[in-house]
């Protein structure tokens, strides 16, 4: 079984600041891990993903996440948070085969001026 | 990227009406397609899984008379929710993967816009 833990329901930062959206996960194998973004009443919008290679994985809009196996995590992170920002950011991870993904239960991220 | 749409983007019915919602890869075959549901400041419900050609997987706790899936093509997915009550408004989304995706891309799902349903 793979599953996906957001322990934060909510973030909030001040724009300009750095911000981190935690994901960790479990899954048996090599994972395959992605972080979506929503904005209201809107489908999910895909940021970036981490296959294989480096751990540290560049993305859409200047995001960011740093794979760590022995952590088995995943955080999402930004240098410098935009008003933008602010939306629901989801973490998922699949197992090659797996059929499907799994999604964590997604974190509101809001980023005031 | 990969491009999903659905149709429509809202549907207001009244209850006991039967609504279709279809899911388009535009420029991509996609091979399975993905339904989900979403309640307010809720994650994703995975509620089937849609493999053309073949009858849809429906997660634990689905009714499948109820939402009825069809993947007749390698760009068309439908769900069509059948006798609609009040209790299955919702945001409905799917999404699709690209089996031509490579290096693990082909596990990256690509988001349709949604559906927000009403029913009274």
């Known amino acids: 079984a793979q599953s996906v833990a957001q322990p934060e329901d909510q973030v909030n930062v001040a724009e300009g600041n750095p911000l981190t959206v935690k994901c960790t996960y479990s899954v048996s194998g090599n994972p395959y891990l992605f972080w979506y973004v929503q904005y209201p009443n809107r489908g999910l919008q895909f940021l970036l993903k981490y296959i294989t290679g480096d751990n540290l994985v560049k993305g859409s809009y200047g995001f960011e996440a740093e794979f760590n196996k022995s952590q088995t995590s995943f955080h999402l992170k930004k240098p410098s948070a935009l008003v933008s920002d602010s939306a629901l950011y989801f973490c998922a991870v699949s197992a090659l085969g797996a059929g499907k993904s799994t999604f964590g239960d997604g974190t509101t991220l809001t980023v005031k001026p | 990227g990969a491009v999903v749409s659905q149709h429509p983007s809202r549907v207001i019915c009244k209850s006991g009406t039967s609504v279709k919602i279809e899911c388009r890869s535009l420029d991509f075959q996609a091979t399975t397609m993905f339904w989900y549901r979403q309640f307010p400041k809720q994650s994703l419900m995975l509620m089937a899984t849609?493999?053309?050609?073949?009858?849809?997987?429906?997660e634990q706790g689905v009714e499948k008379d109820k939402f009825l899936i069809n993947h007749a093509s390698l760009t068309l997915s439908t769900l069509t929710v059948t006798s609609a009550h009040p209790e299955d408004s919702s945001f409905y989304i799917c999404s699709a993967r690209d089996p031509k995706g490579v290096g693990g891309g082909q596990e990256t799902q690509y988001f349709g816009p949604g559906t927000r349903l009403l029913v009274l």
């Open positions: 849609s493999n053309e050609g073949s009858k849809a997987t429906y």
